[in-house]
């Protein structure tokens, strides 16, 4: 609040990250551009067309002023545990939401692409998770009647996640302490575990040089054929947690902030809270640097 006190301080924080990163011309992709101080707009210097400072970015489009959006972006990034969009109405003292919401969420696709970018490498644990979600119901194309719940890994209630955890080898120097050290993490929502599917997320989030480790889920079968090794056995209930240490955890503490800070999340927008988790965790040693990265994946990030 203290170093960008008023909109014009924000905005000029925000455009020294614009021009940091550089500005691409959506007409002719030239990198090269004159700013016009007057109307505030980059002109190509190449076929001359303008380009505002919000346009390519993530705030594309929106109306809302340029602090809301770094303070938004200091929440979000200072703060451990997730933060909701309510909260956030409450600190801005916007009049609407929906605005907001919308802002929050843009956010965290911004942090969603720019996990996109890595594939994780050397040891990697991979697992299946459910996650409790609102989803409409479907209707019997028939009937007209709504479809019959299901339970397990068909259910309506919940959110199929592949979770992924790349992981080095560590000696535990105290009790219980698992015998290896978290890297990275990737959480991707899908819309079925068939093998075809999970074979397609492994080649888009996992070098092929790594090892991946799984449980004996027949939808993993085909793993083999996209990493350098894949170690698959059946693992009892009471062991998972041993043999499969830390997608557990992922998973165990990603449900409890969601339970902890969101109601009924939406099947659709599952995705995003989790990139918002992910993005956090991956990034847990920056510190006061998580500010200025979260700057940039907001910069750099378009629709």
């Known amino acids: 609040m203290e170093k960008f006190p008023d909109e014009a301080s924000c905005r000029q924080q925000f455009k020294l990250y614009r021009d940091r990163e550089g500005v691409i011309c959506k007409k002719c992709k030239c990198t090269e551009h004159y700013w016009l101080s007057t109307i505030e707009q980059y002109k190509c210097k190449k076929c001359g067309f303008r380009t505002t400072l919000r346009s390519g970015t993530v705030m594309e489009n929106s109306k809302l002023p340029f602090r809301y959006w770094l303070i938004a972006i200091h929440l979000l990034s200072s703060i451990k545990k997730p933060f909701s969009a309510l909260e956030l109405q409450r600190q801005i003292g916007h009049k609407f939401y929906e605005p907001v919401w919308a802002m929050v969420q843009k956010l965290r696709l911004a942090m969603g692409d720019r996990d996109s970018q890595y594939k994780l490498d050397e040891f990697v644990e991979f697992y299946e998770g459910f996650f409790e979600s609102t989803k409409e119901e479907e209707v019997d194309e028939l009937t007209g009647k709504k479809a019959a719940k299901k339970r397990g890994r068909g259910s309506q209630k919940q959110s199929k996640v592949l979770v992924m955890t790349s992981t080095k080898e560590a000696k535990p120097t105290k009790k219980n302490q698992k015998p290896s050290k978290l890297k990275y993490v990737k959480m991707i929502v899908v819309e079925d575990l068939k093998a075809t599917t999970i074979e397609q997320q492994v080649e888009r ?22 990493v350098k090794e894949h170690h698959q056995q059946v693992i009892p209930a009471k062991k998972a947690d041993k043999l499969l240490p830390w997608v557990h955890t992922v998973i165990a503490n990603a449900k409890r902030q969601l339970l902890g800070i969101h109601h009924s999340v939406s099947d659709k927008y599952m995705q995003n809270y989790l990139n918002e988790f992910c993005y956090k965790l991956n990034r847990r040693y920056f510190g006061e640097k998580l500010f200025d990265r979260l700057m940039v994946a907001a910069v750099k990030f378009n629709f």
């Open 205 to 226: 989030n996992i070098k092929a040089e790594s090892t991946v480790k799984t449980d004996g889920f027949r939808g993993y079968s085909n793993i083999d054929r996209k």
